[in-house]
């Protein structure tokens, strides 16, 4: 009788965990395509926390990068999210090359923003 308590356990487990949205990639939305760094960027990290990002893409155009929550510093990371404004409009392939300066006073942050940015593309460029 255990065992039959047991498996049935677990088979409802299972199908609650299926479920589960889950730590998707690349998702399409409303004609858009949203590139997700959460799940590939777990070593890219701002001065303590990651720092991961949605990239919005329509027709081959970066619409916008938003950054993620995170539990970077809230006043340093709100100056460092200004970096993700210079890709807004940019095509897949200059993004991907963009030069893009570190914020002042919040270097770490907004460099670990870059970075997610570039592998996002990447990732973008690798499994469309």
Do not use: W
């Not at 409303?30 to 329509?58: A, F, L």
């Not at 938003?66 to 890709?87: D, G, M, S």
């Amino acid at each position: 009788m255990k065992k039959i308590v047991y498996l049935c356990a677990f088979a409802v487990s299972a199908c609650l965990m299926s479920m589960m949205p889950g730590d998707e990639v690349v998702t399409k939305q409303g004609g858009e395509t949203i590139v997700n760094t959460k799940p590939i960027t777990k070593s890219i990290r701002g001065y303590k926390y990651t720092t991961p990002v949605e990239i919005h893409i329509k027709g081959n155009k970066i619409a916008k990068v938003v950054a993620l929550p995170t539990k970077e510093t809230p006043e340093y990371f709100n100056q460092a999210k200004n970096v993700l404004k210079k890709y807004s409009g940019k095509d897949i392939q200059k993004a991907k090359t963009l030069k893009v300066d570190a914020v002042s006073g919040a270097t770490m942050s907004s460099e670990a923003l870059i970075k997610n940015v570039q592998e996002g593309l990447k990732y973008y460029e690798e499994h469309r």
